[in-house]
């Protein structure tokens, strides 16, 4: 059995408990200094929750939770004793880690997304360069546990991984909510027009899973030519909405670099 000591119990964390507090391959442990939150876990979660990390050894698994403005305060008195440290802070790169990590490279960044805390999860992986295939496993496993993961060859690479599934969500709730608030412009009662919307997204991405076709084919077989949707989607070209997501996307992955260096 490996043991996983939590540093900070904000939501990724709770959605990661919630998900591996049954799986006998891992004992969990949690610092967390916030008396309400600390309450909190340890009624949810039936685990040991205290105000710091005991001495971990080589065998341990860290995963540092705590807020990337946070961390270095929050590490500074921390000794990995050569643990495995998992690492979801955005933005603090394996190198600042491990400086204030007394030197590690056995570091795992992980950009994680919020649908982990339903078990729909999708996150980017980085190994530096002292971490086995052991050790991949390891995170993979625990972070297949909320989602599925994808892992990257370039640290540099995760932030497309945050401009793409990192922030994706927002940029789907956002449509989520044009959508919403077209259908109540047009006179759909609120609750009908959240059903409908809802369900069109979960229907669409599911069908696009099942079917593993290329998304443009997918939109090509609901567009008929001088059709309803051909009308909606020459105001989408029109306005060339596609450039703008893509103008999006790139500022996204241009902030997350800009993060990375001020912080780190």
């Given at each position: 059995m490996k043991n996983i000591y939590f540093l900070g119990g904000g939501n990724?964390?709770?959605?990661?408990?919630?998900?591996?507090?049954?799986?006998?391959?891992?004992?969990?442990?949690?610092?967390?200094?916030?008396?309400?939150?600390?309450?909190?876990?340890?009624?949810?979660?039936?685990?040991?929750?205290?105000?710091?990390?005991?001495?971990?050894?080589?065998?341990?698994?860290?995963?540092?939770?705590?807020?990337?403005?946070?961390?270095?305060n929050a590490l500074q008195s921390v000794q990995t004793n050569g643990a495995l440290v998992l690492s979801i802070a955005a933005g603090l790169s394996c190198g600042t880690l491990s400086g204030w990590l007394n030197g590690t490279r056995?570091?795992?960044?992980?950009?994680?997304?919020?649908?982990?805390?339903?078990?729909?999860?999708?996150?980017?992986?980085?190994?530096?360069?002292?971490?086995?295939?052991?050790?991949?496993?390891?995170?993979?496993?625990?972070?297949?546990?909320?989602?599925?993961?994808?892992?990257?060859?370039?640290?540099?690479?995760l932030h497309t991984i945050t401009a793409i599934s990192g922030s994706g969500p927002a940029y789907v709730f956002y449509l989520m909510n044009a959508l919403f608030q077209a259908a109540c412009d047009l006179g759909m009662p609120q609750d009908k027009a959240r059903q409908s919307v809802l369900q069109t997204f979960i229907g669409s991405a599911q069908l696009a899973e099942q079917s593993g076709e290329d998304f443009g084919e997918l939109q090509r077989k609901v567009t008929s030519k001088g059709g309803t949707t051909a009308a909606a989607l020459a105001v989408f070209e029109n306005a060339q909405t596609d450039k703008i997501i893509q103008q999006a996307v790139m500022a996204c992955q241009n902030r997350s670099i800009e993060m990375g260096k001020q912080m780190g």
């Amino acid at each position: 059995m490996k043991n996983i000591y939590f540093l900070g119990g904000g939501n990724m964390c709770a959605a990661l408990l919630s998900r591996l507090k049954n799986n006998g391959d891992f004992a969990l442990f949690v610092a967390e200094q916030n008396e309400e939150r600390q309450a909190f876990l340890r009624q949810a979660f039936d685990i040991t929750v205290e105000n710091a990390l005991p001495a971990l050894t080589a065998d341990d698994i860290l995963l540092l939770a705590v807020k990337p403005q946070d961390m270095q305060n929050a590490l500074q008195s921390v000794q990995t004793n050569g643990a495995l440290v998992l690492s979801i802070a955005a933005g603090l790169s394996c190198g600042t880690l491990s400086g204030w990590l007394n030197g590690t490279r056995r570091i795992v960044r992980i950009m994680p997304n919020t649908p982990a805390q339903i078990g729909m999860g999708m996150a980017g992986l980085f190994a530096d360069t002292a971490v086995s295939a052991d050790d991949k496993s390891l995170a993979q496993t625990i972070m297949n546990a909320v989602g599925k993961t994808v892992w990257v060859a370039n640290e540099d690479d995760l932030h497309t991984i945050t401009a793409i599934s990192g922030s994706g969500p927002a940029y789907v709730f956002y449509l989520m909510n044009a959508l919403f608030q077209a259908a109540c412009d047009l006179g759909m009662p609120q609750d009908k027009a959240r059903q409908s919307v809802l369900q069109t997204f979960i229907g669409s991405a599911q069908l696009a899973e099942q079917s593993g076709e290329d998304f443009g084919e997918l939109q090509r077989k609901v567009t008929s030519k001088g059709g309803t949707t051909a009308a909606a989607l020459a105001v989408f070209e029109n306005a060339q909405t596609d450039k703008i997501i893509q103008q999006a996307v790139m500022a996204c992955q241009n902030r997350s670099i800009e993060m990375g260096k001020q912080m780190g």
